[in-house]
């Protein structure tokens, strides 16, 4: 049996926030794919993404996630293809931008297609990996129990803030989207934008180093 203590959580909750309520690669994927195809899209998106970077806080909760983060090769592997399936779905946005808009204005991309990509787009980011093991065991109090317990505990905490936080960037976007809508050139246009918007942070992200 192990507890966090109280302040601990506390700290860790309110960094946690500073961190999630700044723009980064994960809400700026969010907000192409809730541009592109809208806020079913963006929060399916968000969800995937979520599940994708549980992975890391597992490998860094039992260790593995120090090996990787130190390892200039395994990191930039995974960052490369990460970036590349980035660049892969702007371009399939931009392609699609008329096809996946039905008289609604709804995606038809269907609920596991999202999820499935958000997952891979969140699973093949290593800076997920390097964030949670530099971040998460500054919160760990060693008297508290097993450290694994708790650096699981917070990172699973962190991905509960996230995806409050990041639904809400989400549904802003699709809901902007939402009154583009009311023209097909419009919304068409505004589909290409999130697809480029993708590809933008694909090779951002290709180009970044370990330390950005």
């Known amino acids: 049996m192990f ?13 946690s926030v500073v961190i999630i309520v700044i723009p980064g690669p994960s809400v700026l994927f969010v907000i192409g794919r809730s541009i592109a195809y809208g806020r079913r899209a963006g929060v399916l998106s968000v969800v995937g993404n979520r599940l994708g970077t549980i992975p890391a806080v597992v490998a860094v909760a039992f260790g593995v996630g ?9 990191f930039t592997v995974i960052k490369v293809v990460g970036a590349l399936y980035l660049v892969w779905l702007g371009i399939q946005a931009i392609r699609h931008r008329n096809a996946h808009v ?10 596991w297609r999202l999820l499935r990509q958000g997952f891979v787009v969140g699973l093949a980011n290593p800076k997920t990996i390097a964030f949670f093991v530099a971040v998460l065991p500054q919160f760990v109090a060693p008297t508290a129990g097993p450290v ?6 917070l990172g699973l905490a962190f991905q509960a803030i996230a995806l409050i936080f990041d639904s809400t960037w989400a549904l ?4 902007a989207r939402a009154w583009f809508a009311r ?3 419009r919304i068409s246009t505004l589909s290409g934008a999130g697809g480029a918007m993708m590809i933008g942070l694909g090779g951002t992200l290709a180009f970044a180093g370990s330390k950005n």
């Open 102 to 111: 039905v008289d609604t204005g709804r995606p038809s991309l269907s609920s």
């Open 148 to 153: 694994w317990a708790q650096l699981l505990t």
């Open 3 to 15: 507890m966090i203590p109280v302040e601990n959580l506390l700290a860790f909750a309110l960094a």
């Open 66 to 74: 120090a090996i990787v983060a130190a390892s200039a090769v395994a």
């Open 183 to 185: 023209s097909p050139r």
């Open 172 to 175: 802003a976007a699709g809901t």
